[in-house]
Every structure is written in C-alpha cells, then in structure tokens.
C-alpha cells in the first residue's frame, strides 16, 4: 500500500479490515443458538458491529475526501488552457496539472497528443540554426497561429480539443519535413564538401621517370576534376530539393534564400580552399622528392665497379663542378619556391580562424556576450556588438 495515493491506500487498508472482521463472524453465526444466546456472544456480536460501523464511517469519510478533491480539482484544472509559453525561454509547455489524470473522459491519448505537440516546438525552435532559421520562420509563424487557440481560448473541457489537436499535428508534420530535409541536405552538402580536401599529387614509394610523374599526375587531377565535377553538380541537385521543400520561386527568391545560398557558396569556398591548400602543402615538402630524383640520376654511377678499383664513381660524380653547380641551382630553385608558398600560405593563415572555428559554439558564445540587461530585468541584443561583427566579416571579403 505504500505505493498507492494516500485515500487509495486508506480505503485498500479499510476494506482490508472490513473482510477480516467479517469472516470469524459468519463462521460465529454457524454455531448452536444455545451458544450465541449467552452474554459474552451477545458482547462480541457487539463489539464486531461496532468495529464494523467505525470502518464503515471512516470508508464514507476518506471517499468524500476524494470527491472534495476532486471538485476542487475539477475548478480549477479543467478551466487551464491547452498550453501555455515558457516565461524563462518561451518555449510551449503542456499546461497540464498531474490530477486531471483522475478524469478518463479527458483521453490519455490527447494528453499525450498536446504533450507531443509542445516537444516539437521545443525541438523546432532548439534546432533552428543561424543559417536556416529565416527561411523557416514563415512556417513556424504558421504553427503558431495554429496552436493561438490551444494558448487562448481551448481549455480541457472545450468541445474543439480534437479538431485543435488534428490540426495542430498536420502543421507538425509540415514544419518537421522542412526542417529534416533541410538539416539532412545541408550535412549532404557538408560531406561531399569535406571529400575533397586530399592533394592531387601522388608520391610513390620508388623514383620515377618525370614523364611518367606527369602522366600520373594528370591522371590524378582528372580524377579529382571528374569526382569534384559530379559532387558540384550533386551539391545543385540537393539545393533544389531544399527549394522545392520551401517553395522558393526561382524567379523571386527572397533575401533569406540568397543568404542561405551565400552560406552553402561560403562552405563550397571554404571545399575547394582545402583541397587546393592539401596539395599546396604537399608542394612544399617536394625538396624530399628532387633529392630522390637526384639521388636516383646519381645512381648511374653506382651501376658497375670502378676500373681503378673496387667501389664505385659516386663521389667523383657528386664533386664535378659542372654537376654541384647544377644541383646547387635546383636547390636555389627549390628554396625560392619554398619561400613564396610560405608567404602564400601566411594570407591565408591570418583567415585560418574562417574554417578552424566551430560556428555553432562561436555563435552562441556571441550570442550569450552580445546581450543588454535592461534595469527591469530583460535580456535585449547588443545590436552594436552584432554590427560590428558584420562589418568585420564584410572587410574580409573585400580585403
């Protein structure tokens, strides 16, 4: 019983004293009448009525404790509205108080039903990001005008609990495919994306011939052409999946369409920047592979013994003049070449930040510092702080 409510466990508890007083008393009532007409069978017929009247009298007590309960609970309850918004980060919560339970006429199933509906506001408006959310307001602003009701007027004891209900789950389903499909596409995007970031050049583990290094290279910057050509085309055909979802016209594309094809422009910048940045790198370690070419010209002089002697002409042919003057050149080419993909490489370092920070951690992190606390209590955005870091991002792409 220590797990029933309280007025449940008492009458469970009641009714359980109730059977055991009667039983010895039916049995009492089998034997001779000589034997129940003495005093002391009298006295316990008493006492067991007695018994039998408190419990009786504490049983109709504790039941019209419940149903004062439930009365007071039935007043001030079934009058809430369906919903109401969370004053902390006004996000839809079920106005629900835990006693309605009591009442099977409200149907577990809509209980359950406006539970779900306010889990997916508070999915929809926690998975909105920075770069998509303007594009599903205008559905979200749907949503809202449907559930309005369900917040105002509707209450449990309202006749429109189901049609609100229907309605409020269609407008669910509507919000929830944009979002998904929007979510999905853009991590298709961000995959192919993150494919190409390998370098073009192929270092083999034996020296080989320049023409066929450059047979070889060719091949590979063919590959990569053809892979990147079809993920580029892929990219188009998974934008226009997400038009189509957010019924964007061609012709008329909003302010929030042409931001978002600016974002996924960024990422495929920021793509084609990675993969050419990975063969540059590899580039700048190629001081390894002339010394194995050279080493492997220089192998010829180490293909038969010496006809003054055993050993071979390596060092013979590594101090002519002509050819250190040769290698001392290549080196210089080499050096030179190193410095400038340095210098190339320090433009792009001071814009490192664009691609090593996560945006959504940054973002929130300057959400959480551009914010005004008003003398009432309100948090405002700094709209300063947001300018400024606008007018940052717009000098660095006219730098």
Known sequence: MQNLPPIGGSLTWCRGLLARASIPMEKMK?????ILDREEAKEVIKVQKAIVSTLLDYERQKIEEWGGDVDATSSTTLG?????RSEVDRHLVTNFDPALVRFPRLGSANISAIRYI?????????HVGMNNSPLVV???????LVI????????WQSPGVE?????SMEQVKIVHGVLKTMQDNLSTMKDIIAQWERPMIERKTKPMEKEEFERTFKSLCNTNYAEITESGNKIHHVLEETNKVLHVSSTESTDDWRCYIEFVNNLTVQGLSASAMASLQFLTGMSDLIDSIVGSIFHISTLFKRVDSDGTYLTEIQSDAAV???VSTLANVVAANDEKCLVLQKDFDKYSHLWTTDLKS???DFCEDATIVTEHGSNLLDLTKFEEAIQKCIDAQTE
Do not use: A, H
């Not at 089998?30 to 000589?34: A, F, G, H, Q, V």
């Not at 309005?148 to 209450?155: A, F, K, V």
């Not at 049609?163 to 309605?167: H, L, Q, S, V």
């Open 30 to 34: 089998e034997l001779d009448r000589n």
């Open 80 to 84: 809430l509205p369906l919903l109401q």
């Open 118 to 126: 306010s889990c997916m506001d508070w999915e929809f408006r926690s």
């Open 138 to 144: 205008p559905y979200l602003e749907k949503f809202d």
């Open 148 to 155: 309005q009701s369900g917040l105002e007027t509707l209450n």
């Open 163 to 167: 049609e609100f209900i229907r309605d």
């Open 324 to 326: 250190s003057s040769v």
């Open 362 to 364: 940054y973002f929130k």
